[in-house]
C-alpha cells in the first residue's frame, strides 16, 4: 500500500500536462464567478464606481425591472410559448418515437439522421429561411410563429429522448395486451403511456429548458407581444444607455436564476451522456 501511495505521489508530481490542465480550468471558473457575480452584485448595489464594493445595497432595482420591462407579460408569453411547444412536440414525437423505435423500413437511419439536423446545426442556419417562409404566410410576428419556429428543433429532440425508453418496452408485453383484445389505442393509453411517463417528462422538461432559453428562433419570429424572456432581455441589453445598468442586470439575474431551477429540475431526470451517446450509435 506504501509503494503505491509513493507511486501516485510520483505521478502527480512528475505530470505538468495535468497541473496545466487544472490551471487552466480553474483560471476559467474563477474568471466566470468573477463575470457572475458582478453582475450579481451590481444588481443590488446603489451606485459602483472606482471601488470594490457598490457603496449601498438595495433591492429597489428589481422591482424597477419588473415595472420598466414589462416583465409580467413577457413571463405570460415565455410561459405560453413554452407549454404550446412542450406539448405539441410531445404529440408529435412520442409517436414518432414510437415508429422508430418498433418498425424497420428502408431509410429508417437516415430518416433518423435527418431528424437530428435541426439539433446538430446551429439555430441561425435554418432560422433565417424559415423565419422568411413564416412572415410570407403572416405567421411570424405572432405567438404561433415563435411556436412553430421553436417546434422545429423541439420535436427532434422529443424523439431522439423517448426512442431509447421505447426500445427498452418489451415488445411482448403489446404483444400479451393485444392476443387479450386490446386495440392500438388502448395499448398505447393502458400500456405504453404508463411505462413512457418518465420519458415522457424528461423530454418535457428538456424541451421547456431549451424552448425558454431559445433565442435564435424566437428573436427571428418574434413580435412587440410575443417575446419571450430571453428576447427581451436581448432589447434591455441593446437600450443599456437609456436605462440604468442595475436594472438591466436585474433582469438578467431573473433569467438565469429561472434557467438554472429548469436545469438543475432538467438534470434530476435525464442523464445527458445517454443522449449524446444516442446520438453517436444512430450517426455511427
Same mark, same amino acid.
Given at each position: 500500500?506504501?509503494?503505491?501511495?509513493?507511486?501516485?505521489?510520483?505521478?502527480?508530481?512528475?505530470?505538468?500536462?495535468?497541473?496545466?490542465?487544472?490551471?487552466?480550468?480553474?483560471?476559467?471558473?474563477?474568471?466566470?464567478?468573477?463575470?457572475?457575480?458582478?453582475?450579481?452584485?451590481?444588481?443590488?448595489?446603489?451606485?459602483?464606481?472606482?471601488?470594490?464594493?457598490?457603496?449601498?445595497?438595495?433591492?429597489?432595482?428589481?422591482?424597477?425591472?419588473?415595472?420598466?420591462?414589462?416583465?409580467?407579460?413577457?413571463?405570460?408569453?415565455?410561459?405560453?410559448?413554452?407549454?404550446?411547444?412542450?406539448?405539441?412536440?410531445?404529440?408529435?414525437?412520442?409517436?414518432?418515437?414510437?415508429?422508430?423505435?418498433?418498425?424497420?423500413?428502408?431509410?429508417?437511419?437516415?430518416?433518423?439522421?435527418?431528424?437530428?439536423?435541426? /439539433? @446538430?446545426? =446551429?439555430?441561425? !442556419?435554418? #432560422? $433565417?429561411?424559415? *423565419?422568411?417562409? &413564416?412572415?410570407?404566410?403572416?405567421?411570424? +410576428?405572432?405567438?404561433?410563429?415563435?411556436?412553430?419556429?421553436?417546434?422545429?428543433?423541439?420535436?427532434?429532440?422529443?424523439?431522439?429522448?423517448?426512442?431509447?425508453?421505447?426500445?427498452?418496452?418489451?415488445?411482448?408485453?403489446?404483444?400479451?395486451?393485444?392476443?387479450?383484445?386490446?386495440?392500438?389505442?388502448?395499448?398505447?393509453?393502458? /400500456? @405504453?403511456? =404508463?411505462?413512457? !411517463?418518465? #420519458? $415522457?417528462?424528461? *423530454?418535457?422538461? &428538456?424541451?421547456?429548458?431549451?424552448?425558454? +432559453?431559445?433565442?435564435?428562433?424566437?428573436?427571428?419570429?418574434?413580435?412587440?407581444?410575443?417575446?419571450?424572456?430571453?428576447?427581451?432581455?436581448?432589447?434591455?441589453?441593446?437600450?443599456?444607455?437609456?436605462?440604468?445598468?442595475?436594472?438591466?442586470?436585474?433582469?438578467?439575474?431573473?433569467?438565469?436564476?429561472?434557467?438554472?431551477?429548469?436545469?438543475?429540475?432538467?438534470?434530476?431526470?435525464?442523464?445527458?451522456?445517454?443522449?449524446?451517446?444516442?446520438?453517436?450509435?444512430?450517426?455511427?
Amino acid at each position: 500500500m506504501a509503494a503505491i501511495g509513493r507511486t501516485t505521489r510520483r505521478r502527480w508530481v512528475a505530470s505538468p500536462g495535468a497541473w496545466l490542465v487544472w490551471g487552466a480550468v480553474l483560471f476559467f471558473f474563477v474568471n466566470l464567478a468573477g463575470v457572475v457575480g458582478s453582475v450579481l452584485v451590481n444588481s443590488f448595489g446603489t451606485r459602483w464606481f472606482d471601488t470594490w464594493l457598490p457603496q449601498g445595497f438595495t433591492t429597489n432595482w428589481y422591482g424597477t425591472a419588473w415595472r420598466e420591462f414589462g416583465l409580467l407579460p413577457v413571463l405570460v408569453v415565455t410561459l405560453e410559448v413554452s407549454l404550446l411547444v412542450v406539448g405539441i412536440s410531445v404529440l408529435i414525437g412520442v409517436p414518432a418515437a414510437y415508429a422508430l423505435a418498433r418498425r424497420t423500413f428502408p431509410g429508417r437511419r437516415l430518416l433518423y439522421l435527418l431528424f437530428l439536423l435541426p /439539433i @446538430l446545426m =446551429p439555430p441561425i !442556419t435554418y #432560422g $433565417i429561411p424559415l *423565419a422568411t417562409v &413564416l412572415y410570407k404566410y403572416g405567421f411570424a +410576428g405572432h405567438l404561433s410563429g415563435v411556436v412553430l419556429a421553436n417546434l422545429v428543433p423541439s420535436v427532434p429532440f422529443v424523439i431522439l429522448t423517448m426512442t431509447p425508453f421505447i426500445e427498452q418496452i418489451d415488445p411482448a408485453i403489446e404483444r400479451a395486451a393485444r392476443m387479450c383484445g386490446a386495440r392500438t389505442g388502448q395499448v398505447f393509453v393502458r /400500456i @405504453l403511456a =404508463p411505462l413512457l !411517463t418518465p #420519458g $415522457i417528462l424528461a *423530454a418535457s422538461i &428538456l424541451v421547456l429548458v431549451r424552448t425558454v +432559453g431559445m433565442f435564435e428562433l424566437t428573436f427571428l419570429t418574434a413580435g412587440p407581444d410575443s417575446q419571450t424572456l430571453v428576447v427581451a432581455l436581448y432589447y434591455s441589453m441593446s437600450a443599456a444607455g437609456i436605462r440604468a445598468q442595475q436594472s438591466v442586470d436585474a433582469m438578467a439575474v431573473i433569467y438565469t436564476s429561472m434557467m438554472l431551477v429548469l436545469l438543475v429540475v432538467a438534470l434530476r431526470f435525464v442523464n445527458p451522456t445517454q443522449l449524446v451517446a444516442r446520438v453517436r450509435d444512430d450517426i455511427d
